[in-house]
């Protein structure tokens, strides 16, 4: 079974940290590009960082740009989202993907793991 599993969410107060894993079961993720989305209450789900599988180059949305990063660990089969600096605005359910190639769009992902709440706040 393919499955996708996210951790390392929680509550920490604005300007701290948290490391999210996405991590794979029963495929290899080398050969995947791997998004990271997220999902506020009555907003929609949006793209925050992706990796691609071939060269391992990364893309970042302009609110995230300079306190995210994104990286792979293949032999571990995980992807990992290092989140700094965080605001309140922040705070959604963070989402990994796996597909073909990276891109902003839920279509361009194949396999979605269910998600880890993020809550920015003092």
């Known amino acids: 079974q393919l499955q996708l599993v996210e951790s390392g969410g929680g509550l920490v107060q604005p300007g701290g940290s948290l490391r999210l894993s996405c991590a794979a079961s029963?495929?290899?993720?080398?050969?995947?590009?791997i998004g990271w989305f997220r999902q506020a209450p009555g907003k929609e789900r949006e793209g925050v960082s992706c990796i691609s599988s071939s060269d391992g180059s990364t893309y970042y949305a302009d609110s995230v740009k300079g306190r995210f990063t994104i990286s792979r660990d293949n032999a571990k089969n995980t992807v990992y989202l290092q989140m700094n600096s965080l605001k309140p605005e922040d705070t959604a359910v963070y989402y990994c993907?796996?597909?073909?190639?990276?891109?902003w769009g839920l279509g361009d992902y194949d396999y979605w793991g269910q998600g880890t709440q993020v809550t920015v706040s003092s």
């Open positions: 993907a796996a597909g073909p190639h990276t891109g």
């Open positions: 029963g495929f290899t993720l080398d050969y995947y590009a």
